[in-house]
Structures are given as C-alpha cells and as structure tokens.
C-alpha cells in the first residue's frame, strides 16, 4: 500500500488532470469574451500600466498569441495551465499546514468549482493570473512557517510583485504575513528581521512600473476605482445587499461548498482562540482568507460589490474547509460524515462546472431572464455575459464590413467605427482584427481615452454601433455623442438556439463635434 502522503498526492494529480482535460475541450468552441476581448486590445497596446488593473494579464495574451497565434483558445491554454498549478498550490499548502487528506481536499474543491475552475481555467483574465500568485503564495509561506528558512522571503518578494503586477488585492500576500506574525507569538520576530522587510521591498520595486504609469496618467486607477459605484446603492437597503452579495457569491463558488468554506473559516478561528494543536497552521489558513472574506461582507451593506471581488480571500479558505472536518481526532463516523459533507460539495460544484459550457451553447439564462430578474439585482450581462460577444466575431463584423464600404463608396472616405462603451469596442475590434479604427470617446471609454484623442476624426463619417444587451451599451448616438446628423441602419438581430439573445444597431453618422458630458480625461500632459 502506497503511504499517505504518495497516495494523496496520485489522487490529486488524477483529479486536476481530469478537470484540466474537461476545461480544454471547450476552449475551442466559444468566441472571446467581452472582458477577454478587452484584455485582449490591451495587449495590442502594450503599456506599464491600465486603467482599472495592472498589466501582467495583457503581457501574458500577447506572449501566447505569439507563441501560438492570434486565436480566442491560444491565451485559455494559459488560463488551464495556471487553474492546475493553483490546485495543485492548494494540495502542497493543506499538506505541509495539516495532511494530505487536507490537502487532497483542497485542491479537489478548487479543481471543481465553477469561479476558479470553469470560469477562470478557460478565460485568461487577472484573477485566473491573480489566483495562480496568491496560492504559490500560500504553499511558500507554509513552507517558510514549518522550515523557519527565512529566505523565502525573497521568494515571496517576487511572488508578491507579480501578484500585484496582476491585479491590486496581490498586497494580501504582505497583508496577511503582516497578521499572521501579528498574531503568532512564535513568529512575531520577524518584525525584527530585515527579510520580511526586504520582501516588500522587492515588491514595491516590480510594481513601480504601474506608479509610473499612474503619476503619468494622473492617477487614472485611483479615479476609475474611487467612481466604481452602482446607482441601486442608493435605494437598497444594507440587509437586501448582503444577502445579494451572499447569494451571488454563493453561486460563484456552489451552494453547499460557500456553506463549508465559511464553516471551516469559522472553526479554524475557534481553534486558535482556544490555543488546540495546529494553531500556527490555523493562523496562516485564517491570516490569507479571513480578513478579506469579513471586509467584503462589511462593503456589501453599504455598497454593490461583484462576488469576484473577494475571490483571492477565499483560497485559503478551501484549505480551512478540509482542515476544520478532518484535523479533530475522528472517529470512523465522524469520518465518514465529514466526507459526506466535501463529497456533497464537491459534487454539487463539479455539476454546476459541468453545466456552464451547455449555458454557452443555449442562452437558458437569457429565456429565463424576465423571471430572474425580480429576484435579483443582477443586469442581464452578467446572467449571460457570453450573450454579448456570440454573433461579434462573425455576425457584426461581416455587417459592419459590408456597411464600412459602402460608406467608403458613396463617400470616398474610410469611416470611423464609434461606440460609447470600452467592452463594446474591444468586441468590435476583436471581430475586425484592426481593420479598421475601432474607438470608445466618453465618460465608459476608459483605456480608448487614453489610447485616441478626437482629432483623428475630424471630418470623417461615424458609423456608431450599440446593442441591447445591457443598459452600459443601448442608446442612440445622441445620447452620447454630438452629430450634426444620423441615419439608422437595418438592426441586425443575434440568434442563437433558435433565441434572440440580443439585436445590434447602426447608423452612419456625420458632422462629429464630440461626446456629450464629461469625458474621462486620463491622458498624460505629454501626449500627442
């Protein structure tokens, strides 16, 4: 018989295996994104620095395209890679914080559920990059917690970097070291050393590109965060959001698994109250999930919050879940109970996983949208966000070809293909791959604020394109832009399934004096 530890460790490579080979079979079949797409114009335009992230995600679609080709499946090969280096993270940190069977735990619960496994194992974004860092970032300080080698710190520092060369909520890696030798008598010493101090040296260092970048652009990431707000915040009451975010979070992870991660976030905490063996482990565990799983929940009754938000505060949880059912003295029914409760879990979560590739192929959350929506505060992109972009690879870009020279033909100028909104033009640029200047000119033109100024319009016709998915991208041009005058084009409406998950408008638009409001003015004082 094979010892725990090897057994454990066949498990888990049989586990994330089959699930990495699930998520490539469906990296082929779909159209990017909106959010790929426009991940996807940022590594057309590389830079040190976006608007709302850090750049390490457009960096890492421009090397695979590179390597492989510009095709939607070259940068989701990443995406699966990086969702299996994540679980198998999971497994060594729940090995070397309390067993294997932990860990085999851990890394099962991430392989299935439906954020980290479907959703962020076949879409490159910053959280599938953002994960891969915060769980190399668990299992190295598990080791440097059980080894006491202090030059992992080192290793952290670079690890920390790149985390937050991803995505902002990387400072949790420095944040929760900070609590956890807070909190651990044992290891308050490395206050005193220079190691965990050089850490964050190095990663302010990597970093420094993107505050550059920031200083350059007048703090453009500060702006666009500090005006993230959503217009029910006003009317909801504190109670109502909770529950919402609970809800939509719940659904992001699975029912049954949010359930067990909160359980096991909950009793760890109890352990260490009361001193009960492990208390070090149970520190880190609760030192990386904790406090960023409570202040979300505390943001939530006073604002609107996405349920990926706290996504990089819940990784450590899955390791708690396991460790809290399976780290007691057990007898063979306590035993066989806690596995009754993960293999629920997990069975609910890798059927829901499983389910998300059919929603792709049939718009069943569009049909049951009219019923849906009373029960939630959710807009109808965020129900069926690949709705969005099915149709924009094939469908509008064929449409907008075909009317771009026929406007090209009665007026002997190439027009201007304008939109209002920054995911609305990375789609269109996506489907027409640069042919020609696809832009976004307004107070939601974000990246395309910065990228274009107005003047390269001049008297060129505007061909402006909208759609009714959802409410950031109806409207006429009017209502976003000053023309002299516009003609409306035959609409082109999206079916899929025999469904009309959506309808496209166009008119040619001429006489551009600008867009109406306040456009977002990010640009550095020494662009052209």
């Not at 194992?121 to 953002?130: A, D, H, R, T, V």
């Not at 929603?359 to 069926?384: N, R, S």
């Not at 791959?433 to 976004?440: G, H, I, K, M, T």
Request: hydrophobic fraction near 50%; charged fraction near 15%; charge should be neutral.
């Amino acid at each position: 018989m094979l010892p725990e530890r090897s057994l454990y460790s066949s498990r888990t490579l049989l586990v994330i295996l089959i699930a990495a080979v699930y998520r490539m079979v469906f990296l082929w079949l779909y159209p990017m994104g909106p959010d790929e797409a426009s991940y996807w114009t940022w590594s057309c335009h590389l830079d040190l620095g976006y608007v709302d992230h850090p750049p390490l995600v457009a960096y890492a679609i421009r090397m695979m395209t590179e390597l492989l080709g510009d095709h939607a499946w070259s940068s989701r090969i990443l995406a699966c890679i990086l969702a299996a280096g994540s679980s198998w993270f999971l497994f060594s940190a729940g090995r070397e914080l309390f067993s294997p069977r932990v860990g085999f735990w851990a890394a099962t619960l991430h392989a299935v559920c439906p954020m980290y496994s479907m959703a962020g194992g076949i879409m490159l974004l910053p959280e599938s990059i953002l994960t891969f860092w915060i769980t190399m970032a668990i299992y190295v300080s598990a080791k440097l917690v059980t080894t006491e080698n202090l030059k992992l710190f080192y290793v952290l520092g670079a690890i920390l970097g790149l985390a937050v060369l991803t995505k902002y909520p990387g400072v949790l890696i420095a944040a929760a070291l900070g609590l956890f030798a807070l909190c651990s008598s044992r290891h308050r010493h490395w206050y005193c050393r220079k190691e965990p101090y050089l850490m964050v040296l190095i990663g302010i260092l990597m970093f420094s590109p993107v505050i550059i970048w920031n200083i350059k652009h007048n703090y453009a990431c500060l702006a666009f965060l500090s005006g993230r707000t959503d217009p029910a915040d006003a009317i909801a009451s504190p109670v109502a959001r909770v529950a919402e975010s609970v809800a939509a979070q719940a659904g992001y992870h699975s029912p049954i698994l949010f359930a067990l991660l909160w359980y096991g976030t909950a009793v760890l905490a109890i352990n260490v109250l009361r001193g009960k063996p492990n208390r070090d482990s149970a520190c880190l565990t609760l030192a990386f999930s904790a406090p960023v799983m409570l202040a979300f929940l505390a943001i939530s009754a006073f604002r609107y919050t996405l349920p990926h938000w706290p996504a990089a505060g819940y990784l450590a949880a899955y390791i708690a879940a396991p460790a809290a059912l399976l780290t007691e003295p057990l007898t063979s029914k306590t035993r066989r109970r806690a596995t009754t409760f993960l293999t629920a879990a997990a069975g609910l979560a890798a059927l829901l996983s499983a389910l998300m590739p059919i929603l792709l192929v049939y718009p069943l959350t569009t049909v049951c949208y009219p019923h849906i929506q009373p029960l939630l505060h959710l807009p109808k992109d965020a129900l069926e966000p690949m709705a969005q972009c099915h149709g924009w690879g094939d469908s509008v870009a064929d449409e907008l070809k075909a009317l771009r020279l026929q406007v090209q033909d009665q007026t002997g100028i190439t027009p201007v293909i304008l939109t209002h909104d920054h995911l609305q033009a990375s789609l269109l640029a996506r489907g027409l791959r640069n042919e020609c200047e696809v832009v976004a000119l307004h107070a939601r033109g974000w990246q395309f604020n910065i990228w274009y100024d107005d003047t390269f319009i001049g008297n060129k016709p505007v061909i402006y394109v909208s759609s009714d998915m959802s409410s950031h991208f109806q409207g006429e041009p009017q209502d976003h832009y000053v023309f002299e005058e516009c003609v409306s084009q035959p609409d082109l409406p999206i079916v899929v399934s025999g469904v009309t998950i959506n309808t496209v408008h166009f008119w040619v638009c001429t006489g551009y004096h600008g867009p109406i409001g306040k456009r977002c003015d990010w640009r550095s004082s020494n662009t052209p």
